[in-house]
Every structure is written in C-alpha cells, then in structure tokens.
C-alpha cells in the first residue's frame, strides 16, 4: 500500500524532517516528550495529519479537529478503522508514497 515509513520520535527533529520531506499523511501521537501535535500541524500543512491518543473522550477528538488534525484515534487503534482513516486522509490530501509517524 504505501512505500515507504518513517518513525519520528521528537517534535524538534520531528518538525525539522517533516519540512523537507513530503508525505501522504502524518499519524502523530497527541503528546511526546517535547511537545505535542499542534507543533507539528502547520509544519505539514496541508498534509493530512491524523491524532493517535490513550484519551477515547468526545471532547479530546473535538479540539484534534479544531486545531488542525484530520481525524482522531483513541489508542489502543483498531487496525481496519486505522487503515480506513488513512485511506480517506490520503484520498483527501496531497498525493504520495510515504507515511510519518511518531512513537512516544
């Protein structure tokens, strides 16, 4: 399905790597060590960027959205709905043949 991966731990390296680098979507876990998401966002911007979380809350989902996020999924993930949300961001945004994501 896709070709390639990249595992990114840090939001600094994170952001840094993410500008010069084009992906199809993003799947960026809430918070890490050095910030969260929404350092992120605007970097990529207007790559898909979809929220990994341990909050399953409507409220938590909500502001994903209202700050920038594609979609939200609480952890642990279910793997036929991961895969159907990054579909759709990757249908719905800039076309290409890899994927970021970052590990807490």
């Known amino acids: 399905m ?3 991966l990249s595992l990114l731990q840090e939001i600094r390296r ?9 992906f199809s979507v993003v799947l960026f876990h809430d ?4 910030g969260d998401f929404r350092d992120v966002v605007a ?4 790559t898909p960027v979809v ?3 341990r909050f399953a809350e409507w409220d938590h989902y909500l502001a994903a959205l209202r700050d920038g996020a594609f ?6 993930p279910d793997p036929a709905e991961t895969e159907r949300i990054v579909r759709s961001a990757i249908d719905n945004g800039i076309r290409g043949d890899r994927i970021a994501s970052s590990a807490p």
């Open 43 to 46: 970097t990529v911007n207007p």
């Open 2 to 4: 896709w070709s390639e």
């Open 14 to 22: 994170s952001a840094i790597f993410l500008a010069k680098q084009k």
């Open 51 to 53: 929220v990994l979380s």
């Open 71 to 76: 979609d939200y999924i609480a952890c642990p």
């Open 31 to 34: 918070t890490l060590p050095d």
